[in-house]
């Protein structure tokens, strides 16, 4: 019987993080332990040292119930570069509760390409979350209590926009009444819970430079509006500053390893259906200080994580990868091809061909739109045959892209040598970065340009509500931030059930936002939720504690 991915976590030794340090260049002196094999790092002394590191970002096609494997192929892909003797470093996003107890399980990779401690990144970890949560709920604690306390600003109750928030799905707290219970409790509210990873607080942490920058972006941060209709800021509560207070450990990067020893940072963890999932500026722009190659994830397909991480965290940032990484499996190509999950072990030609227009389209959108080079990474399961990985590999020729297979699940780095090699190759390619809109353009404008550059839509419809926020959001001068389309992770569209490459549809957007800390404007298509549920059978149920304190059934 072949061994879980938590098993195979706990079988190999790891070294002592401050070994693992060594390699990424670091000092014991910069790093604050939690424990022997994870650590948070001191960056200070790095503030001058300039970026050396070619970024190079791993994104799929649209997530399938079959699964593409993004993180587990960029953590072979890291270990697979150090093995052919580069100085490699990976960058990743630390997994939410949520995901963990409901659908996916754990989120640390798999197999033999996986970071550990994997309980502890999956779990509790350094507590990050918590602290986000924390200052979340804190924001929204001194809200209420200042309109009890007289309500200075002159804030409508009706009108506050921001949520508490808890890093668990929980479908019962989304719309909620609170504040009852008589004058002394409080004013009596209309009210809601988002999920951690839909907290401002964690765009604006994940965005943030330093400190003082995520100081400044807490303080933006648009939390209520008046009865005239003027917004009102967390620094107009006088927050930030406790808020910072209570995340001045949290934003330092994480530290930890590959099962090959080999140096990770995992840090944040925005959605990228929701938010714009990416793990943190500080952790990514540290990594390429302290290495020649950084391997980065953005979450979900290209259409959603890899254009934020491209039209917005590159823009802030200045950062630009010099490859792209895009990973399919046969088995989730074939469901795109109208396969039921209960048959993806069968060889399907005609199924695969099918569902091969889902991955042509987000590489083409790579090469065209943002004019990256890519390369396809195959993650390979033991029941793909060799005829349905030549017909991606032919299909991926057919327009002038390289396929590799990859096996890091399998064969740890030496199943990644070959996507390695390619992605040296890449890297030495010369490319300039362009974004998908102009900051320039109007809302309305940039949000078609995505939606009909990315997504292949013939255009965008606005609910009457929609029309009016964007006009607000205009007036309040917010017109020039870039935009974070909120969208099924499942589909071009925003209908989950449209799969493949869709053609003739429209994205409709209900509801617009400012996330001014952030720094981008939220556009919320379909019927996307900032508070998941669980499923019916949710993976927390096959998830327990050995009598010896080891933990079963993560993944």
């Not at 020729?397 to 396929?403: P, S, T």
Request: hydrophobic share 40%.
């Amino acid at each position: 019987m072949a061994k879980s991915d938590i098993e195979i976590a706990q079988e190999i030794p790891m070294l002592p993080i401050t070994e693992v340090a060594k390699k990424a260049g670091l000092s014991a002196d910069q790093l604050e332990l939690y424990g022997n094999h994870k650590a948070k790092v001191d960056i200070r002394s790095l503030k001058d040292k300039p970026r050396k590191g070619k970024v190079i970002l791993v994104t799929a096609i649209n997530p399938t119930p079959a699964g593409e494997g993004k993180t587990t192929t960029s953590v072979g892909l890291e270990d697979a570069l150090c093995k052919l003797g580069k100085n490699a470093l990976l960058c990743l996003r630390e997994p939410s509760l949520g995901p963990v107890f409901g659908i996916k399980g754990g989120a640390a990779g798999g197999g033999y390409a996986q970071v550990v401690p994997m309980e502890d990144i999956n779990l509790h970890f350094t507590g990050d979350f918590h602290a986000i949560g924390a200052a979340n709920n804190l924001c929204a604690a001194m809200l209420d209590n200042h309109i009890k306390q007289g309500n200075e600003l002159n804030i409508d109750p009706r009108r506050i926009v921001w949520k508490r928030c808890v890093d668990m799905n929980d479908r019962q707290l989304r719309n909620i009444v609170d504040g009852l219970g008589g004058a002394a409790n409080g004013e009596p509210r209309e009210d809601g819970f988002d999920i951690t990873v839909a907290s401002e607080v964690m765009a604006a942490f994940c965005l943030a430079t330093d400190l003082m920058d995520l100081k400044a972006r807490l303080g933006r941060m648009v939390i209520a509006y008046t009865f005239d209709r003027k917004p009102v800021t967390v620094h107009d509560i006088h927050a930030e500053g406790a808020m910072t207070a209570l995340l001045k450990d949290a934003i330092k990067p994480n530290l930890v390893q590959t099962l090959e020893h080999n140096p990770a940072f995992v840090h944040g963890g925005p959605f990228a259906n929701i938010a714009h999932g990416c793990n943190s500026v500080e952790a990514t722009t540290t990594a390429m200080k302290l290495a020649d190659y950084v391997v980065t994830e953005a979450g979900f397909g290209a259409d959603l994580g890899a254009e934020k991480f491209l039209d917005i965290k590159c823009r802030y940032t200045g950062i630009k990868p010099f490859a792209v990484v895009m990973v399919a499996t046969v088995r989730a190509l074939k469901y795109n091809g109208g396969v039921k999950k209960e048959n993806l072990g069968k060889e399907n030609i005609e199924a695969l061909k099918q569902g091969i227009p889902n991955l042509i389209r987000h590489v083409s959108n790579i090469r065209d739109i943002y004019d990256l080079p890519c390369v396809v990474a195959i993650n390979a399961f033991p029941t793909d045959t060799k005829a349905e990985l030549d017909a991606v590999a032919e299909e991926c020729h057919k327009i002038g892209v390289e396929c590799a297979l990859s096996e890091v699940w399998a064969k740890g780095s030496e199943g990644g040598i070959a996507l390695a090699k390619e992605v040296l190759k890449l890297c030495e390619q010369p490319s300039e970065l362009h974004y998908a809109y102009d900051l320039d353009e109007s809302i309305e404008q940039k949000i078609t340009d995505i939606a009909q550059k990315v997504y292949h839509a013939d255009g965008v419809e606005f609910t009457p509500k929609a029309r009016r926020q964007m006009q607000q959001l205009d007036d309040q001068g917010f017109g020039d931030l870039p935009i974070c389309i909120a969208k099924t992770q499942y589909s071009f569209t925003d209908d989950q059930y449209k799969l493949g490459a869709p053609t003739g549809f429209t994205i409709t957007v209900r509801n617009l936002k400012v996330s001014a800390g952030a720094g981008f404007i939220v556009a919320l298509t379909g019927n996307i939720m900032t508070m998941p549920g669980l499923p019916k059978r949710p993976a927390a149920e096959k998830i327990d504690v050995t009598e010896d304190g080891r933990i079963v059934g993560l993944f």
